[in-house]
C-alpha cells in the first residue's frame, strides 16, 4: 500500500449536511481520489439517507464504487449512530432510550435489545454502530444524561457489557453483529456547569472508580472501538492525549481494538481547546496520542497525515498499526467476502414484527411508577382525557438519537395506545406544546367529563445541548436547557388547571432527564416514568396505566427536589459535620431515589443471608434473599445489592451498587433470589486499572437488613 492508500483507510467522510453538504457523488469522488475508508451516509441527524430503500442504494453504490474503482479495491466501513435501537432510518425499530433501557435492570433483555439493533444495522448495511454509550450520568442537567444508564458505575458497566454482547454476538463474523464502539472515553458525563463538553475536572481516584469501571466492562466483553470524549481532562483533550489513549486505553486496561474519533473531535483540538496551531498540527496531536480512524475529517485530514509522514513528523509504521488493526476489523466483519446488502431483506428486517415486539416488552419492563393512591391501575370502562404535549407527538416520544421528522415512522403513541386498551370514551386536548399554551380551557372543559385525566408531560427530541434548534423546535433560551430542570409554566399550568377540576389526574413524563416535579408528587394521585419509550413506548405506557401490565422499572437516576438541590447521588461520599449532623440537611434527600418503582402488588423479602461470610481477594460469594408475591397480581420487582466498604483507609461512597436481580412472581409465590457477589464488584481500580478488593470488611445491604463479610488477606 502507498502512504496515501494508507491513510484512505484512517479517515472517514460523510453523504448529507454536517457544517457542508455532500452528496454522494462527492462521496464517490473521495473514495475514488483518495480511498477513503469509512462513510457514514445513514445514521445520524443529518444523512443524506433515512429511508431503508435509499439507504440500501447509496450502500451498494458506494460498495461497488470502492471495489471497482480503486487499485486495492478495499471494502467501505459503514458506522452509525444506532444508540437506542436503528432508530435514525425511519422504518427502524426504536428501544427506549438508555435511561428507560437501564430502568429495566434487566441484562438480558438489553442485550437481546441490542442483538436486534444489531440486526437491522448490519442488513441495512452498516458494519459499526457508535454504541453502547458508557458514561455515568453524574451531572442531570446536562443534555447527554438520557444517552446514559444512570449514576451508578456498576449498573452502567452491567448494561454496557450486555450490549456489546449483544452487538458483537458469537463475533464479528457473523452477518448479523456489528462492531460496538465504548464511548465517551475516559470522562465525560460530569461537565462543568452541566454543559456538553466543558472540562471534567476530576481525580485520578473518580476518574478510575466512576467513569473507567463500564469501559472495563465493555472491554472484558471483547468491545471492537473505543471513542474518547470530546472534552479535556484535568487540561488535556482526549483525542490529542496520548496519555488516556494509549497508555491508559491500551496500556493499562489492554484494549487492543480501533480508536476511532467522536465527529470534528479532531478539529476541536485547534478551534475550540486552543491547543493546537491548526488542523495539520491537530492531526499530528491525534495520530501521536493513537487515534485510527478520524470518523468525518475527510480529505482534508487525510492530506495533513500523509504531509506529516513525507515531512517525517509521523512515523509510517504509526500509519501501519492503525491501518492493520482498521483492515483486521473489515476482514473479521466479512466485508472482502461480501460487502453488498439486499434491498428485499433489508425491508423484511428493518422494523419487522418480532422486533417491534422486543421493543414493546422492553418498554414495558422500563414503565417506573414513581407514586401511586391506588387511582392505578384505570378501569377499562374509564372516559379518559388524555392531554399535554407529550400524549401524541411521535418524535417526542422517541427521543434524541432518531429521525427529527415522522415521515415513514410508525410510532404507537400515548394517546394510540390508550385508545387501543380504554373501552370508555377516550377525548384527546393537547393543552400546550412543550413551552406555549395552546388551549388549556378546552383540556379544562374535557376533564370536567372525564372519569380520569392522563396528562404527558416532559421533554421534547433534542441532541448534546438541546438542540440544533431546527430540529428540536426549541430555542437555546427555551426549555429543555441546563438552567431548570422543573417544567416550563405552560406545562405546569395546564397540570394545575387540570387538577383544580376536581378530576383524578395520571402525570406520565416522557423525559431523558430527572425533572423537578415536586409540586406533582405531592399533588397528583399517581405519577407514570416513561422516559423516551421508543416505537411501541405509547402501547406500554397505555398497558401500564390499565394494569395488562405491571409497572416493573426502578429508577437507575436520582430525582433532585430542585436544581439547587444537585449533586443528588446516592453514592455520595461522607464527610464530617463540625458543627453537628443535626445542623446539616441531608446529603441525599431526594424527591424519588435511585433504585425507587412501585409495583400493582406487594413483595415481602425474607431474612439475608450469604453463602461465604469470608472471602478471597479473588472469590465471590452469593447473596441469598426469599422473596414473596404478597399480593393479588403478577408482578416483578428487583432485588438490589449495595455495598459500603470499611476496608480501606481511602473515604469511599456511602454505598455503592454491587448486585442486581430481576424476580416475576404470580401472587403467593415465593423465590429464594441468588446475586453472586465476587470480589471485584465490591473493590476498586487501582492506579494500575486492575482491579482488587482490599482485605478487610464490606457491608452488604439489601433493604434494611444487612451482612459483613470479610474479604482475606492474600495468602502467600
Known sequence: MTVEEKVGQLVGTWAGQLG?????????????E?????????????????????????????????????????????????????????????FPNGLGMAATWDEDGVEKAAAVTATEVRTSGAQQNYSPTCDVAREPRWGRTFETFGESPFLCGRLAGAMVRGYQ?????????????????????????????????????????????????????????????????DGRPAHGSREYLTDLLRGKLGFDGTVVSDWNGVRMLHEDHLVASDHRDSVRMTREAGLDIASVDAIAHADHLVSLVEAGEIAEDVLDESVSRVLDLKFRLGLFEDAFVDANEARDVVGADAHRDEALETARKSMTLLQNDDTLPLDPEADILVAGPNADNPIHQLGGWSVPDEAGTDVV??????????????????????????????AVEAAKDADVAVVAVGENWYIHEFGPTEESGTAPDEFPNRTTLELPDAQRDLVKALHETGTPVVGVLVTGRPLAVEWMAENLPSLLLAYYPGTMGGQAVAETLFGACDPSGRLPISFPRSASHLPTRFNHFPHPTPIGPDEH??????????????????????SMSVTDEQIPPHGTTTVEVPVENVGDRHGSTVVQVYVTDQAGTRVTPVRELCGFERVSLDPGATETVSVPIDAASIGRVDEAGRVLAIPGEYTLRVGDQNVTITVEPESN
Open 20 to 32: 457542508e453538504f455532500k452528496s454522494v457523488e462527492d462521496v464517490e469522488d473521495e473514495v475514488v
Open 34 to 94: 483518495y480511498a477513503v475508508g469509512a462513510v457514514a451516509s445513514f445514521g445520524w441527524a443529518g444523512a443524506v439517507d433515512s429511508r431503508i430503500d435509499d439507504v440500501v442504494e447509496t450502500v451498494n453504490h458506494l460498495q461497488e464504487v470502492a471495489l471497482s474503482k480503486t487499485r486495492l479495491g478495499i471494502p467501505l466501513l459503514f458506522n452509525v449512530d444506532a444508540v437506542h435501537g436503528h432508530a435514525y432510518v425511519a422504518e427502524g425499530t426504536a
Open 169 to 233: 454476538g458469537d463475533g464479528l463474523d457473523d452477518p448479523n453483529s456489528v462492531a460496538a464502539t465504548a464511548k465517551h472515553f475516559p470522562a465525560y458525563s460530569e461537565p462543568a456547569r452541566g454543559e456538553d463538553t466543558a472540562p471534567v475536572e476530576v481525580s485520578s481516584y473518580l476518574l478510575r472508580n466512576i467513569f473507567l469501571p463500564s469501559f472495563l466492562d465493555a472491554i472484558d466483553e471483547g468491545v471492537a472501538s473505543v471513542m474518547p470524549c470530546y472534552n479535556a481532562i
Open 413 to 442: 403513541s400515548i394517546k394510540d395506545g390508550i385508545e387501543s386498551v380504554c373501552d370508555g370514551t377516550v377525548t384527546y386536548e393537547q393543552g400546550t406544546t412543550i413551552n406555549d399554551p395552546v388551549d388549556i380551557d378546552a
Open 585 to 606: 440537611l441531608p446529603s441525599y434527600d431526594p424527591l424519588f431515589e435511585f433504585g425507587h418503582g412501585l409495583s400493582y402488588t406487594d413483595f415481602e423479602f425474607g
